[in-house]
Nanobody
Framework: QVQLVESGGGSVQPGGSLRLSCAAS????????MGWYRQAPGKQRELVAA??????NYADSVKGRFTISRDNAKNTLYLQMNSLKPEDTAVYYC?????????????WGQGTQVTVSS
């Protein structure tokens, strides 16, 4: 079992920055693919960025503006968000995922609201 708790959300003006954190407890953090997802009102949840096994992947809409990182010693995932736009407004969720053959582990945090508005 993995418990995920996000923090760092808030309200910011366009062009501003925020840093999200996701603290993980439970099973070994380093073995999971960790990701940030977001869901805007009336839209489906979408992948923002993910990292694991030496790779990092970003949604096209955030490339060059957002940076995902993880500190396995602190069991923490981060998302540095710069040059924020109103369309980045959403609830941001942390995810931990691992699949071994048919055994899938998929955990979510409760989400943290990010609002970008002037």
């Amino acid at each position: 079992q993995v418990q995920l708790v996000e923090s760092g959300g808030g309200s910011v003006q366009p062009g501003g920055s925020l840093r999200l954190s996701c603290a993980a407890s439970g099973s070994s953090f380093s073995i999971y693919v960790m990701g940030w997802y977001r869901q805007a009102p009336g839209k489906q949840r979408e992948l923002v960025a993910a990292t694991g096994g030496g790779y990092i992947n970003y949604a096209d809409s955030v490339k060059g503006r957002f940076t995902i990182s993880r500190d396995n010693a602190k069991n923490t995932l981060y998302l540095q968000m710069n040059s924020l736009k109103p369309e980045d407004t959403a609830v941001y969720y942390c995810n931990a995922y691992r699949r071994i053959l048919t055994n899938v582990e998929d955990y979510w945090g409760q989400g943290t609201q990010v609002t970008v508005s002037s």
